[in-house]
């Protein structure tokens, strides 16, 4: 003996297993009704023995039914039973229409919803309809100006698909932009995935024939001679295929995220900083001039950092950290920091022993739980000094054993001045 509320459970899968064929008979085959309806749900009402083994429960299924329903009518049928007599006894609940179904199970605003953008999609776009039926739920869920963006972008995707790349500003669709895109790129992927045989585990644009804005890695010259090609510009950010046609030939690229200690470091020979997009590591080994000049890395002492380098290293792999160690880290207690505890199990690989060995201490808490030093808390004076050549040496090293290095090094810097003096 079902009641109300069993039964509103029963409903409501009932409708998810099937609403989908429904919306296409409605839609596609123009149908007011599916062929289905009338539905008849079968209540459970008790075999005559039951009934005097539970009469009790039985009346009460008898005339929970007996009350209005939400949607839809109940059956009944006349029986008498010894010691009750005449009663009626609820067989079906009985509908006759996909609404009254949709108000049972709590889908009735998402039906309605779903068939006006149905019937919109049909209209403006009928190679859309099966893709659309797909994803319903989530196009019904979204804003009414969104959702015509979101087809008017699809329709002119699908049209323009063998068109060559375009730029998402060169979409004429009212609302487009790349916030929208931001937002609305998953439910399009899932819309036009079949369509265009998209790889569901990416959500580029590349996949829709889109390219998006250029990625900005931001540069910092040090070396007078080398501004002067830029009319004595210090700081340019553009991107990785404006960088490659730089004809420039640092001697020394330090890399660092911190544009600020970049600006505040003094002129330095042959030297250009170089503040990389950390999303899109791997540019950095498409620019000759960074993969010809010897590579530094300056960061913070911290889980991220280490990672970091790891990745720098992955595409310049003679790259030499400056200031990750723990003889730094010690040097500057004072200045510690903590930041959230680090739960990855994940250890960087491409690492010295030294960073190696410092970067486990730290993530395990062996200096304390989340303790960090970042590089702009380090005294600048001190960054200084380890940036001149006789200090930019490998981490590690002594200076004694890196004499022909120093010498090797200044007098490549001399020759990159001599070179970009007569350029």
Known sequence: MKDIRTLRMEIDNYYKVNIINWFREIIVTKKDIPECFPIHLYLDA??????????DRFLQFCNQWQELVPAGHVEFIEKSYAGIGKIEVPLHLVFNNVEEIAKWSGHLIEFRCAIERLKYINEVAPELIEDALMVISDISNINQRDFECLIGVSKWILENKDKGTHLIRQIPVRGADLRWFESYTPILKDLLLQKLNLNPIRNDLFQFGLVPPPQLMRIYILDTAIKSKFGGLSLIATSTDQLMKL??????????????????????????????NTNAIANLAKISWITNSKCYYLGSIDYRSFTLLHNIRVYLPNTTSMFMSEKTL??????????????????????????????????????????????????????????????????????????????????????????????
């Open 330 to 423: 010690l040097a500057y207690k004072d200045l510690w920091t903590t930041d959230e505890v680090v739960t990855s199990d994940i250890i960087p690989s491409n690492l010295t022993d030294e960073e190696l060995k410092l970067c486990y201490d730290q993530k395990e808490g062996f200096y304390g739980d989340g303790v960090r030093l970042d590089l702009e808390r380090i005294p600048l004076d001190d960054i200084i000094a380890k940036l001149t050549p006789k200090n930019t040496m490998p981490v590690g090293a002594s200076e004694d054993n890196n004499i022909e290095e120093q010498v090797d090094f200044l007098s490549r810097v001399s020759q990159a001045q001599a070179i970009e003096e007569n350029s």
């Open 46 to 55: 008790p075999k005559d023995e039951e009934v005097v083994a539970n009469t």
């Open 247 to 276: 004809n420039i030939k640092p001697m020394k690229v330090v890399l660092m995220e911190s544009l600020t200690t970049a600006m505040s470091l003094p002129e330095m020979p042959g030297t250009v900083v170089v503040i990389p």
